[in-house]
């Protein structure tokens, strides 16, 4: 599995148009994502005080059965290996979607049922 960070209005269109994308897409050519273990400090890093997030866990096995590319390319600044998708994500592929916004004391945590 991998996962998206993902503003809640850009999860509610795609519950519409049945496909997920996202401002970088079409910026950059790929959605970005993450590893479980990436989550957390992608979160601090780009998503602090943002409020409206969902966390998506997305199914790599039915991106590739329905052609989406996924590579991992080296991110320096982080110096990890990152997934990224080089089409928009079928809802499909989505296999859970959790409300996420960081607590009081501004720190992120992941789901309950997902585990840090």
Not at 17 to 39: K, M, N, Y
Not at 50 to 72: T, Y
Request: hydrophobic fraction near 50%; proline fraction near 4%; charge should be negative.
């Amino acid at each position: 599995m991998i996962y998206r960070l993902a503003d809640l209005a850009d999860w509610e269109r795609a519950q519409q148009t049945g496909f997920f994308a996202s401002a970088d897409l079409a910026a950059e050519g790929f959605i970005h994502t993450s590893e479980r273990h990436q989550v957390l400090e992608t979160a601090r890093r780009h998503y602090a005080g943002r409020p409206a997030l969902v966390l998506l866990e997305i199914d790599e096995a039915a991106l590739a059965a329905a052609g989406v590319r996924i590579e991992r390319e080296w991110a320096a600044r982080r110096g990890e290996f990152f997934a990224h998708a080089f089409a928009p994500i079928p809802v499909g592929a989505v296999r859970r979607a959790w409300p996420f916004r960081a607590d009081a004391a501004g720190e992120f945590h992941l789901p309950a049922d997902l585990g840090d």
